[in-house]
């Protein structure tokens, strides 16, 4: 496929991931009596995912994500030559959304960028539930690792191929309802630049860890798979060309 037609299709699934996820936990999640919680906010960032793999994986692969283009890159099933602009693709769209989003959220009055947080990752005290830089780290990592490995198995060519968008977008639920409480869960480098520059301060000091955690965890999925996963009976062109 094109590469403009899959950076605008990056572009896109990833603005629709932080409007979608973020949105939902910007606007809706403390909502009196009637917000959705942490739990609807999993859900959401599990449905732009699923969403979006439907729409667009077979245009761009669906990344939506830095860290699953460098996983993807390690694991052998993706070009070196594309990653930055799937990067820069990622971070556009993620930074278009948050913009969009503080337009929206800034119609009710009293709203405040930086006293709300604007759903942004953080450690210590920027924590939702207090946890330390040392318990975000390995929470992000972890949960990055396991998204990647989820990823490369469901998408693997000797996986059911209709139902990968499925397991993916239910992986990225649980990691939520997992680490929300620690760290707002990013597993996302563009999901936490995108919030961090409309909050500014603290958001923008600990991004640092939001790029290098997932990274890392990405990283290693990608040995770990092509170590578990290796199909060493036959390679996929042999295969295909017998079907």
């Not at 496929?1 to 979608?20: K, P, Q, S, Y």
């Not at 390690?74 to 913009?99: E, H, M, N, T």
């Not at 990823?151 to 977008?169: C, E, K, N, Q, V």
């Given at each position: 496929?094109?590469?403009?037609?899959?950076?605008?299709?990056?572009?896109?699934?990833?603005?629709?991931?932080?409007?979608?996820g973020?949105?939902?936990?910007?606007?809706?999640?403390?909502?009196?009596?009637?917000?959705?919680?942490?739990?609807?906010?999993?859900?959401?960032?599990?449905?732009?995912?699923?969403?979006?793999?439907?729409?667009?994986?077979?245009i761009?692969?669906?990344h939506?994500?830095?860290?699953?283009?460098?996983?993807?890159?390690?694991?052998?099933?993706?070009?070196?030559?594309?990653?930055?602009?799937?990067?820069?693709?990622?971070?556009?769209?993620?930074?278009?959304?948050?913009?969009?989003?503080?337009?929206?959220?800034g119609?009710?009055?009293?709203?405040?960028?930086?006293?709300?947080?604007?759903?942004?990752?953080?450690?210590?005290?920027?924590?939702?539930?207090?946890?330390?830089?040392?318990?975000?780290?390995?929470?992000?990592?972890v949960?990055?690792?396991?998204?990647?490995?989820?990823?490369?198995?469901?998408?693997?060519?000797?996986?059911?191929?209709?139902?990968?968008?499925?397991?993916?977008?239910?992986?990225?639920?649980?990691?939520?309802?997992?680490?929300i409480?620690?760290?707002?869960?990013?597993?996302?480098?563009?999901?936490?630049?995108?919030?961090?520059?409309?909050?500014?301060?603290?958001?923008?000091?600990?991004?640092?860890?939001?790029?290098?955690?997932?990274?890392?965890?990405?990283?290693?999925?990608?040995?770990?798979?092509?170590?578990?996963?290796?199909?060493?009976?036959?390679?996929?062109?042999?295969?295909?060309?017998?079907?």
């Open positions: 496929m094109n590469l403009t037609r899959r950076f605008l299709a990056e572009f896109i699934g990833t603005f629709w991931l932080v409007l979608g973020c949105g939902s936990a910007v606007l809706a999640a403390g909502f009196p009596e009637l917000g959705i919680g942490f739990a609807g906010v999993a859900l959401a960032f599990g449905l732009t995912v699923l969403t979006m793999a439907y729409a667009i994986g077979h761009s692969g669906c939506l994500n830095p860290a699953v283009t460098i996983g993807l890159f390690i694991s052998g099933r993706f070009s070196p030559k594309d990653i930055v602009p799937y990067i820069v693709a990622q971070l556009a769209g993620a930074i278009v959304a948050a913009f969009v989003l503080s337009q929206i959220a119609g009710q009055p009293g709203f405040d960028l930086t006293e709300s947080g604007f759903a942004a990752n953080g450690y210590g005290e920027h924590s939702p539930g207090g946890y330390s830089l040392y318990a975000a780290l390995i929470t992000e990592l949960m990055t690792f396991m998204f990647l490995f989820i990823i490369l198995g469901s998408t693997d060519y000797r996986s059911p191929a209709h139902f990968a968008p499925i397991a993916i977008g239910l992986a990225l639920t649980l990691i939520h309802l997992i680490s409480p620690v760290t707002n869960t990013s597993v996302n480098p563009a999901r936490s630049t995108s919030q961090a520059l409309f909050v500014g301060g603290w958001a923008i000091q600990q991004l640092w860890l939001f790029w290098i955690a997932p990274i890392v965890g990405a990283i290693l999925a990608g040995i770990a798979y092509r170590a578990v996963g290796r199909d060493t009976e036959s390679k996929l062109p042999e295969r295909l060309s017998s079907e």
